[in-house]
């Protein structure tokens, strides 16, 4: 029987693998993916994310993966703009999540946890354990954590959500071509309110571009809709490489159900 299985190799997980395992656990992270893998995201990473990836020792690989970020630049509805710097002795990154995840679930290895590619479709609990239940069979473990991120799914199946969550539409793609800065871009014109636009620079020339605004029932608008409407914004010089992708974002993790 395993102490503890992390469903889920995304940052969340893979950090909580890591400290689990560094404190002397015996860890079993699995994912159904195969990495490297993209992930549909804005690719940037806060100063507080970035103490994180410092504790666990793989700031200057992410670091060499991605591009520094000295601070915000926020553009209003009214298309006025106003920025500040990033104070922080981390800084901050964007980094793609294809680099990322990789880094951060091979340090959780390096750790002392476990891996296993596949893909959880129940949770089940007894008075003395966690059944995790894949397609190649059962997983016992004294303890789970569930770290799937917006993917509701297995949540919902084992119990614990109860609810529909509250969700914003999302959809993003890479651009070059682009004169990037330094800054997180945080665009309020050009899209639904309550919503945002977004162009994180990832290289030279190359930036995360993407929405996301919260759906409502009076306005019958899709996440691509209004993609292409705040790319028609971009400089004609630019252009998209590689495709769209989208995924709808939690926004309610604060009222939901913790265990």
């Not at 059962?138 to 509701?152: P, Y």
């Not at 651009?175 to 871009?185: A, D």
């Not at 665009?187 to 996301?212: C, E, K, Q, S, T």
Request: contains cysteine; glycine residues 10%.
């Amino acid at each position: 029987m395993r102490d503890v299985v992390v469903v889920g190799a995304g940052p969340g997980g893979s950090a909580t693998a890591y400290f689990l395992a560094r404190a002397g656990a015996d860890v079993l992270l699995v994912d159904k993916a195969e990495f490297p893998r993209d992930k549909t995201c804005g690719d940037g990473l806060t100063p507080r994310a970035l103490r994180v990836i410092d504790q666990m020792g793989v700031l200057p690989q992410v670091s060499r993966a991605g591009c520094p970020v000295e601070g915000y630049e926020v553009v209003a509805p009214n298309g006025r703009a106003t920025a500040a710097p990033i104070s922080s002795e981390h800084g901050a990154l964007a980094v793609p999540r294809q680099k990322l995840d990789d880094i951060l679930r091979r340090r959780a290895l390096e750790g002392g946890a476990a891996f296993e590619q596949v893909n959880v479709v129940n949770v089940e609990s007894t008075a003395e354990s966690v059944r995790v239940q894949s397609e190649k069979g059962g997983i016992e473990a004294r303890s789970v954590v569930i770290a799937t991120g917006a993917a509701t799914g297995l949540l919902t199946r084992s119990g614990i959500l109860r609810r529909q969550p509250r969700v914003m539409l999302a959809a993003r793609a890479y651009f070059e071509g682009l004169q990037t800065r330094p800054v997180f871009q945080l665009r309020f014109d050009h899209v639904p309110l309550p919503g945002y636009g977004w162009a994180f620079p990832i290289a030279a020339g190359g930036a995360n571009v993407g929405v996301g605004f919260v759906p409502h029932k009076r306005r019958n608008y899709t996440a691509a809709a209004v993609f292409k409407r705040f790319a028609a914004t971009l400089p004609t010089r630019a252009q998209q490489v590689g495709p769209l992708k989208g995924y709808p974002i939690r926004v309610d993790f604060l009222s939901a159900p913790t265990f």
